[in-house]
């Protein structure tokens, strides 16, 4: 194992560690930075709308380790999911989910319905993994601004919010490009609320496939 590889597993160590105690992390995905914070720490949660501004009726997206994992989350997984998770997960889709009773409001807020994907950056990926639980994967900027590719970036746009970060994982320039695509499962047929880094037709192509 060489040197970047130890210093990236101490600093995922790290910033399990401070998820754990119920902080707010910056780490690398497959497109850009984004905001962590542990789906069962409640004043992280709320902590990241303040350090992004962003709106409250905006939910915050989650990553899990594995479609397994998505018990904890979901109420229920369509028959048209199977395909696109097959597909695209690990990947920059987005699938949006009847929320399981009892999440916490910034997850799904009024919506009843609730984000979810699997990250295939492998930084991301051994963060959850570590961690044990699901963690928030929203955007690390400013809201409105435009997304954050390096550790610096993150700094410039959310460094002077006097509640802010809490530790940045940084391991090096994110890919950058399109955000992920958001596909609406609970709806028949599925609704594209974000064309990204995954096309509309290869989501509903497949979606039609797992209705069929």
């Known amino acids: 194992m060489g ?16 998820l754990r105690q119920g902080g707010v992390v ?49 109420a229920h997984i369509p028959e048209a999911a199977y395909p696109i998770m097959e597909k695209f997960w690990p990947g920059p889709l987005t699938i949006l989910f009847s929320a399981r009773p009892g999440l916490p ?18 930084v991301a990926a051994a963060l ?36 802010g970060l809490d530790f940045i994982l940084d391991a090096g320039p994110a890919h950058g490009g399109q955000p992920s695509s958001i596909v609406d499962i609970t709806v028949d047929p599925p609704v594209i609320l974000r064309q990204g880094a995954v096309s509309r037709e290869d989501i509903l192509a497949l979606c039609a496939k797992g209705r069929a």
């Not at 850009?32 to 997206?61: C, H, N, T, V």
């Not at 919506?111 to 950056?121: A, E, I, L, M, P």
Request: glycine share 6%; with cysteine.
């Open 3 to 18: 040197l970047k590889d130890r210093n990236l597993q101490d600093l995922t160590r790290c910033a399990a560690d401070v």
């Open 26 to 74: 910056a780490y690398p995905t497959e497109t850009s930075y984004g905001l962590g914070a542990s789906i069962e720490a409640i004043d992280a949660l709320f902590r990241i709308y303040e350090i992004k501004r962003r709106p409250q009726d905006k939910p915050l997206l989650v990553i899990v380790k594995d479609p397994s994992w998505l018990e904890r989350l979901a």
């Open 105 to 122: 409001w910034p997850l799904c807020a009024s919506t009843g319905k609730v984000g979810v994907r699997v990250s295939s950056h492998s």
């Open 128 to 163: 959850v993994e570590r961690l044990g639980a699901p963690i928030t994967a929203t955007s690390a900027n400013l809201s409105g601004h435009p997304a954050a590719n390096t550790a610096a970036e993150v700094m410039k746009q959310l460094g002077s919010c006097p509640k």
